[in-house]
């Protein structure tokens, strides 16, 4: 009895041990990145590092005042929030579709909205590119909504599907004994019933909004229509080269309500990344 | 007169009302899920024959030229074409057995773990920020700021600064250091989710039996996670191949090309040379890559894991 004591007893050692480890190397360049944010621009390229630097809120008034930080939020607000309404309105018809009806070519449709998710943007950067030049929308948020939408389209679309899959049939059966439309099951009785992962859909897609990098880079040419993420790589004043105590300040800036929102929603989180697949 | 008409039709009226009913009926789950799809074409069907058609011409700025094959014979001479799609492929294959056998390791720990939801938050940071911000920390970490240079002199490994933009596997490294750092998170996840899943009481009977835990996870715990643990890595495997944040922020694809990625290169070849013509041609290569490879491995750990 005492050796089995003992024994569980390494165990848990070696395990906070590890597990203790590996917080201390995630946490670490995040509170190291916050003290750049935190200091003045002479305290960040040294020849020899500084550890313990002198507080500053140098950073904080530089991006307020010397760049348009208000304009770059506004972009990533609201081509995001376009971009997961826009996915929203497609996505639920359509995995409602997926998961209900049998017909000819379902399993087809449903595998080729998943494979736009493994398209490599710069796959099609080019032709996406000249696409909204031809349209006039380069450097709009309008573009940024519609490729953010196509980018995210599948995820959300499965996600939603899988959430439907574990409603129970009956459910609109005695709905439609009732007399109710399809369309009225879908929108009164299917979309309430699997607002989790609806948000769960929401949450997913706003990450890779704010993530996306190539896309935005290359139809926001102009500070006009940066992001948060791309205007990030252009924070350099010339000779000056790289101002990283403005990009670490505005990395946080972006992290925070992420990072509220995905510990609010963190249940459903693992099923969310995996499309559905793992039911966390 | 216009009485007659009507008359006539009413009963013809309704059963053409009714077939038309019906063949609506048949097409409604279609007419739902079109409008995903016809979205999802203008990002794939619509630039995919883009691609293929402006791979036939050199065009620069002016007008098309129709060339023929003449950019892939081009591409399939290219070192830095060959280049890329190794480099893409060394730098994934590495980043990804890495992050999954950490991650695993990590879950292994944790999904017992009274505090798991705790680890779990703290694991997420990383995955939570930007990609170009983690990019800007590990430029900034490794080569501006040389702050490992100075820790590891501080412990006596190194006399001087390391080089490492000079040296292409230090770049890769670093590389694979940022990717690693970002995205084991997302696998762990997965993996505390597809474990706590599993039923306790096999485990539980196991344990009654004798069987450690190691024992239990190698045994029973990890072949139930097969599946999990293939959509989970062919995620993260497709993610990993389209790297260029961390590429086009830190290292430009240097040195000599050694951490030049397949989209590095595509990106560089149409929005800096402006070679689009070309560009496009390696991308209807790495296109007809992504389509055998979607047909032969993600549908299978798609349908597998699914349900």
């Known amino acids: 009895m005492a050796s089995v004591r003992r024994k569980t007893g390494e165990s848990l050692l070696i395990r906070y041990l590890i597990l203790g480890t590996w917080a201390l190397f995630c946490l670490m360049p995040v509170i190291w990145f916050l003290s750049i944010g935190l200091r003045s621009r002479v305290e960040i390229i040294t020849p020899q590092p500084i550890y313990f630097p002198i507080f500053s809120l140098e950073a904080w008034w530089m991006i307020w005042e010397d760049w348009p930080m208000a304009k770059y939020l506004l972009n990533s607000v609201g081509a995001i929030f376009g971009s997961v309404v826009i996915d929203l309105i497609l996505a639920i018809p359509a995995a409602y579709s997926l998961s209900r009806y049998n017909y000819r070519f379902r399993e087809d449709i449903g595998f080729y909205i998943l494979s736009t998710r493994m398209m490599a943007p710069a796959i099609v950067a080019i032709p996406i590119f000249f696409l909204f030049k031809n349209m006039g929308l380069l450097d709009s948020i309008w573009a940024l909504m519609l490729i953010y939408a196509a980018i995210n389209l599948s995820i959300v679309t499965w996600i939603i599907r899988s959430y439907m899959m574990d409603i129970p049939k009956e459910l609109e059966d005695a709905a439609r004994t009732d007399g109710a439309s399809d369309m009225r099951i879908l929108w009164e009785i299917i979309t309430p019933a699997i607002l989790p992962g609806i948000i769960t859909a929401a949450v997913i897609a706003m990450i890779f909004a704010i993530n996306e990098f190539l896309f935005t880079l290359l139809i926001a040419s102009t500070p006009k229509g940066y992001t948060m993420s791309v205007a990030l790589a252009n924070f350099t004043g010339g000779s000056d080269g790289v101002i990283y105590n403005a990009i670490a300040l505005v990395s946080f800036l972006a992290f925070v309500p992420v990072f509220i929102v995905v510990v609010l929603t963190q249940k459903h989180l693992s099923r969310g990344l995996t499309m559905g697949a793992v039911k966390g | ?307």
Request: net charge positive; no cysteine.
């Open chain 2, 1 to 307: 007169m216009t009485n007659t008409p009507q008359v006539n039709l009413g009963p013809q009226r309704q059963s053409r009302f009714k077939r038309r009913n019906k063949k609506l009926k048949a097409w409604f789950p279609y007419i739902l899920v079109a409008p995903a799809v016809l979205y999802l074409m203008m990002i794939t069907l619509y630039p995919g024959i883009y691609a293929v058609v402006q791979s036939f011409h050199y065009v620069k700025f002016g007008p098309w030229n129709f060339i023929g094959l003449e950019n892939y014979n081009e591409l399939f001479g290219d070192y830095q074409f060959w280049g890329a799609l190794t480099n893409t492929f060394i730098m994934g294959a590495i980043s990804l057995i890495t992050q999954s056998v950490i991650a695993l390791a990590l879950a292994y720990f944790a999904y017992r773990d009274p505090w798991v939801k705790g680890w779990r938050i703290i694991f997420l940071v990383p995955m939570l920020f930007m990609p170009s911000a983690v990019a800007f920390i590990y430029k900034l970490f490794f080569l501006d700021a040389r702050v490992i240079s100075d820790l590891l002199m501080r412990i006596g490994l190194i006399d001087g600064n390391l080089a490492i933009q000079s040296s292409i596997w230090m770049s890769r490294t670093l590389l694979i250091i940022a990717d690693v750092w970002q995205w084991t998170p997302f696998l762990f996840l997965i993996f505390v989710a597809g474990l706590q899943g599993q039923d306790e009481e096999v485990e539980e009977a196991a344990r009654l039996d004798g069987a450690t835990w190691p024992q239990i996870f190698w045994n029973i715990s990890l072949p139930l996670m097969k599946p999990v643990i293939a959509v989970a890595m062919v995620i993260r495997a497709i993610d990993i191949t389209t790297m260029f944040t961390s590429v086009f922020i830190i290292t430009k694809g240097g040195p000599a090309f050694g951490t030049e990625t397949i989209s590095y290169f595509i990106y560089r070849t149409g929005f800096k040379f402006f070679n689009f013509g070309y560009a496009s041609a390696a991308s209807v290569v790495m296109l007809v890559i992504t389509i055998v490879v979607a047909q032969l491995v993600v549908k299978r750990a798609f349908m597998s894991a699914r349900d």
